[in-house]
């Protein structure tokens, strides 16, 4: 079957730390990856990316690559800021499942200053 | 433009009781897609409607039901509520399925007591 598998929280981090979030899939087929966060009392925004192994998602330092050979996109930021506190959610979607997202559990993330 | 709206928020209901939830898509989606997100479960795909017509369906029972409108605006209703139906209700929108540019609506938290 396809799923997705996150790294358990909760994860907490000083200001600037470099931050990993380890993610793994299996799926049925090709899928496309994706990484949503989730800010308190809302839904999900688009964080990054990528729709074939290799390719590479970025987005306000977050970068995620499409490791076909090992099922992975584990979702990395260099120095992260107090205002990345969220949960982030790792997620894949295959066309011939009817496009349907398989999500991950959520890692949860709070940066202290 | 305007995101994904749906409407209501909040709202308390009684076991047994039936619910009506609504999501407006952004002007142009025609695909609209339900998730339920519950702490115990997470993100659970609910059913998927492009032109006014279902055409995925998740692993729920039939007392969680949806539709879509001409204008692609959808409703999903849960009848006979059960304590276990509490959660976050999310709804997605793109221009057509298979586009990966799905934009989630802020949800509507339902608790039923």
């Known amino acids: 079957g396809n799923s997705v598998t996150q790294m358990e929280g909760p994860v907490t981090l000083s200001e600037e730390a470099f931050l990993t979030i380890n993610c793994t899939y299996t799926?049925?087929?090709?899928?496309?990856l994706f990484w949503y966060v989730q800010y308190p009392g809302e839904g999900l925004q688009l964080l990054l990316k990528a729709t074939k192994a290799d390719d590479k998602g970025s987005n306000k330092g977050f970068e995620a690559t499409y490791r076909k050979e090992t099922t992975s996109f584990h979702l990395e930021k260099g120095s992260v800021q107090v205002s990345d506190s969220a949960v982030y959610f790792c997620a894949l979607i295959l066309s011939n499942t009817g496009n349907q997202f398989y999500f991950g559990t959520g890692t949860s993330l709070t940066v202290i200053p | 433009k305007a995101g994904v709206t749906q409407t209501p928020r909040y709202l308390i209901k009684t076991r047994g009781q039936q619910v009506t939830l609504s999501c407006s898509p952004i002007s142009g989606h025609r695909s609209v897609s339900w998730y339920q997100q519950t702490p115990g479960q997470g993100l659970q795909f609910l059913f998927e409607y492009f032109s006014e017509t279902q055409r995925n369906k998740g692993n729920f029972p039939g007392r969680f039901s949806g539709r879509q409108f001409s204008n692609s605006r959808s409703e999903m209703n849960v009848s006979t509520l059960e304590l276990g139906d509490s959660a976050l209700y999310l709804c997605a929108s793109s221009l057509v399925p298979g586009n990966y540019g799905y934009t989630f609506g802020s949800g509507t938290r339902l608790t039923v007591v």
């Open positions: 799926a049925t087929g090709y899928p496309s």
